[in-house]
């Protein structure tokens, strides 16, 4: 099966712009997870969807990211206004079912450098 | 509140020496589970295995091995006689508390193996 599909690579951009990033999970795969992972720390959840709704955004800086799940399939995360700090990889990722201990399947990730 | 321990920031070993990751975790609930994911250098974390917090018994997959004991709150990770292959990123995960399946990582360890 195809693996959790995320682009772009690489982005870099200054502070103050705007910056978007998508993920196409596991074909079939209900639940579909951001997260952030500044170097040298494990990854941070930003949001949790389960289909098309939000089941846990409680980390997610609300005032400068947003991001959603339409048609309950693939996912779009946008910073506005990118800050030094959100430097990190973005990750992607999703699980089969919606039950406690399915495995999570990643994708690549993508690196965000804010200048 | 849930948390994750991994005290191991770095360990280098020699190829074909036995090498033991530490996890220690906190949780108040009484079901959850526990999981090992590998980082390697092109980004994407990989599942390792999966535990439920009632099934103690101690599992072999190869050259890797687990032990998990609820009475010391740990889950660690033993690479046996390791290999340059398995040099990478190892983070300790731990899924919990009805509703949400949110998954709580460690800092991760990262783990050289020379040659």
């Known amino acids: 099966e195809a693996g959790v599909a995320q682009s772009p690579r690489y982005k870099i951009i200054e502070k103050r712009q705007s910056v978007a990033f998508w993920c196409n999970p596991i074909?079939?795969?209900?639940?579909l997870y951001w997260y952030q992972q500044i170097l040298g720390q494990g990854p941070k959840l930003l949001i949790q969807?389960?289909?098309?709704?939000?089941?846990?955004d409680s980390q997610l800086p609300k005032d400068r990211f947003s991001a959603e799940r339409l048609k309950g399939v693939d996912s779009t995360l946008k910073i506005q206004p990118a800050k030094l700090e959100d430097s990190a990889v973005y990750l992607c990722a999703s699980s089969g079912v919606a039950v406690q201990g399915s495995p999570l399947h990643f994708g690549n990730g993508t690196r965000l450098t804010v200048t | 509140a849930q948390k994750v321990t991994q005290a191991q920031t770095e360990i280098s070993v020699v190829e074909k020496e036995d090498v033991t990751l530490d996890c220690v975790y906190e949780t108040r609930d009484t079901t959850y589970y526990l999981f090992w994911y590998k980082q390697p250098p092109s980004g994407e974390l990989v599942f390792l295995i999966r535990r439920n917090s009632f099934d103690e018994q101690n599992e072999i997959s190869g050259r890797y091995s687990w032990n998990f004991q609820k009475s010391t709150s740990s889950f660690n990770f033993t690479i046996t006689a390791s290999q340059v292959v398995d040099s990478a990123v190892y983070f300790c995960a731990l899924s919990g508390g009805s509703g949400t399946y949110k998954y709580i990582f460690g800092t991760g360890t990262r783990l050289k193996v020379l040659a």
């Open positions: 074909s079939g795969h209900a639940t």
């Open positions: 969807f389960q289909n098309n709704g939000v089941v846990d």
